[in-house]
């Protein structure tokens, strides 16, 4: 998840970059070393310092090889595995990558990062996984956090301990059918949740044509 996850910043940050959206010239050292701290040897990345852009775009070329590897292993059975001597990839090294992006662009500096596993039930997210991912949900902080949606009886709220999350004090959920099940038809709250959701989905149309 973590791997996925920066994967897809840096595909942003690259693509923001080469349409002039967005200025990347702060010190991107300290983000190779972190990506090459991480990644083992059987990957590796060539430094490319013609631009913001240009290093945005070979340090993502680099991590997609990194994380196509890392699904090769995954599906490897386990006899067949190379046990391979990396640092972990988990929600220390995710917070420190977010504060390492804050750092490339004064834009940034402030940054608080909302990471979106959207339909993240099952079967889209094994139950395994989901346990996982609830580690990451549990690490939320003031630089990022995660957001999830599901449906109500697809989710694991169990972390990769088997401790039940609780409400309010480990996240903070919003369930749609409740919402819509005790309000009147005309309460304007009710009209407030249905307009906003009913934008999330025009602005999706629009974006798609």
Request: proline residues 2%; charged residues 25%; glycine residues 2%.
């Amino acid at each position: 998840f973590v791997l996925k996850i920066i994967r897809r910043v840096l595909s942003t940050l690259a693509a923001a970059c080469e349409r002039d959206e967005l200025d990347c010239s702060g010190d991107l050292n300290p983000l190779y070393r972190f990506i090459l701290s991480h990644m083992h040897d059987q990957c590796s990345i060539s430094r490319v310092d013609s631009s913001p852009a240009a290093a945005l775009l070979n340090l993502t070329s680099g991590v997609v090889r990194w994380e196509e590897l890392e699904i090769r292993r995954l599906f490897t059975h386990s006899s067949q595995t190379v046990q391979i001597d990396q640092q972990h990839l988990d929600e220390a090294a995710l917070l420190e990558f977010c504060q390492l992006i804050r750092a490339l662009s004064s834009t940034l500096a402030t940054t608080r990062f909302y990471f979106l596993f959207d339909d993240a039930g099952d079967p889209n997210i094994p139950r395994e996984a989901q346990q996982v991912l609830n580690d990451l949900v549990t690490s939320s902080n003031a630089v990022f956090c995660l957001k999830l949606s599901a449906e109500r009886f697809s989710y694991d709220l169990k972390d990769a301990t088997g401790r039940t999350l609780e409400e309010t004090h480990d996240f903070t959920s919003f369930d749609i059918a409740r919402e819509y099940a005790t309000e009147g038809g005309l309460d304007e709250s009710r009209t407030s949740v249905k307009e906003y959701f009913a934008q999330i989905v025009r602005k999706r149309l629009e974006y798609w044509n």
